[in-house]
């Protein structure tokens, strides 16, 4: 395992994504006074080689919190980010939250106007997923409070798919990670409950509007799930030690099909840590995420574990 310090500042940075889009790594987090301050932007940072980064560009928004920032590629090649606007000042609370977009210019490389429309007010999407040529999202609190699927041709205008989407309304539901297989779309959510609540998986295929659900056999945080070439399915993400109350960012091999996991890696961190990004590139798994187990500040870090081909298939060394 090899691990880089991407970003360290005085500031709290967190809420990672990562990408490799036309011969080049972007990795985009927000940087605010502290976890929840109402002050956040969006950083972006590029590399060629995943050794040396620059910044790119910053992201703010006058009167709101600009939060989780995530990254795709749609099917014509075009770089889409999104990201979640938490208002300083608000009507009601359902009004607090906004989703909004951008799209990269690529001759200019500059992100275009944030793009909001009629589904922005009032939910929280959360990531972008292409499956079949369509982007999906999953929308949830404020006006989604039982959550919603989102669908867009373009990633950046949405209408309303499947709500409620959930399937518990007597537990908050809310991060959650989508990955197509080609036939399926899966669905990693995180859940919330005094005492605990664990995590679920849901699939579906088709049209999308009935999905199946089994209940994973861990409560997690900041779900991040992976479809790797060699058919093996991997989730980052944070787990919390209640009786001390700590934090580590650990990754589990997933079998989609029984729900069962099995613990694979923990990353060096602690705190308050998690929110990954995983790619898989030049026979490289990479992992970006923030984490606070160095003197209780909040730093980007990126891992590499290595690959080896085996059979035709990539192994994990």
């Not at 301050?37 to 590399?47: A, F, K, Q, Y």
């Not at 210019?105 to 589904?119: E, F, G, I, R």
């Amino acid at each position: 395992m090899k691990l880089q310090t991407l970003w360290q500042s005085d500031a709290h940075s967190a809420f990672t994504d990562l990408i490799y889009f036309n011969q080049a790594w972007y990795c985009v987090f927000r940087e605010g006074t502290t976890h929840m301050s109402l002050d956040g932007h969006i950083l972006v940072l590029t590399s060629k080689d995943t050794r040396s980064w620059a910044i790119h560009s910053r992201l703010s928004w006058q009167g709101g919190d600009l939060r989780d920032p995530k990254l795709s590629i749609t099917p014509d090649n075009q770089l889409v980010m999104t990201a979640g606007i938490r208002w300083a000042v608000y009507t009601t609370q359902a009004s607090r939250l906004y989703s909004v977009g951008w799209q990269l210019d690529k001759p200019n490389q500059a992100w275009s106007a944030p793009v909001l429309d009629q589904t922005s007010e009032g939910t929280w999407r959360w990531a972008t997923t292409w499956h079949q040529g369509m982007a999906y999202s999953v929308g949830y609190s404020g006006s989604d409070k039982q959550g919603c699927l989102y669908r867009s041709e373009d990633g950046l205008h949405w209408r309303a798919w499947v709500t409620p989407f959930f399937p518990d309304a007597s537990v908050f539901s809310n991060e959650s990670s989508l990955v197509s297989d080609g036939n399926n779309l899966y669905c990693l959510t995180r859940r919330d409950k005094a005492g605990g609540a664990k995590a679920v998986l849901g699939q579906s295929k088709g049209p999308l509007t009935s999905w199946q659900w089994q209940i994973l056999p861990l409560s997690i945080g900041g779900p991040k799930l992976v479809k790797l070439s060699n058919g093996e399915w991997l989730m980052a993400v944070r787990r919390i030690n209640y009786k001390r109350w700590t934090a580590k960012t650990l990754l589990y091999k997933l079998n989609p099909q029984t729900g069962k996991v099995k613990h694979w890696r923990t990353l060096p961190s602690g705190g308050d840590t998690s929110y990954a990004g995983m790619v898989e590139q030049h026979g490289q798994l990479y992992i970006s995420y923030y984490s606070s187990h160095q003197d209780n500040q909040t730093n980007i870090y990126l891992v590499s574990l290595p690959l080896k081909v085996k059979k035709r298939s990539l192994k994990f060394a």
